[in-house]
């Protein structure tokens, strides 16, 4: 038999201290060398966006592959590719933690909308308070000590 899979994440992550040092010019590389890694990993990549202070990460999992070590190796793969091309250079690192949360297939098309508007989706809500929403539409405990 066939495997078959759809494991379909919204994965978020800040910069350290949610330091506004991803420049709006260097985004799109940031985000094409994220989508490199994803690809790397037969993960499929539906949207990728983000501002100064955070990311969001639309993708399909390979079933092969942890989200734990997915986030890490995209997190510590892009802090090499900063140190070395100097894109950010205001950047130090990313933050501990991340929120990953799964969804229906059904909700592809809303998520994709969503992530592809975080510039205008940030002039309303601070990033604490669209985590905490997320988190909270999970079903978990939000708990603001996790942010820094």
Request: neutral net charge; glycine residues 4%.
């Amino acid at each position: 038999m066939a495997t078959y899979t759809q494991l379909l994440y919204h994965i978020v992550f800040s910069t350290k201290h949610r330091q506004r040092t991803l420049d709006a010019p260097g985004r799109p590389e940031l985000f094409r060398y994220v989508w490199g890694i994803l690809k790397n990993k037969e993960c499929h990549l539906y949207r990728i966006n983000g501002i100064e202070d955070h990311i969001h990460i639309l993708t399909h999992v390979h079933p092969t592959i942890a989200v734990a070590r997915l986030v890490k190796d995209i997190k510590v793969a892009t802090n090499a590719w900063n140190k070395e091309q100097r894109v950010f250079p205001a950047f130090e690192s990313w933050q501990d933690g991340y929120g990953a949360f799964t969804h229906s297939l059904a909700e592809k098309d809303r998520l994709i909308e969503y992530v592809k508007n975080q510039e205008e989706h940030h002039r309303t809500e601070t990033f604490e308070d669209e985590l905490r929403r997320l988190v909270e539409a999970a079903g978990l405990k939000f708990d603001p000590k996790f942010l820094d």
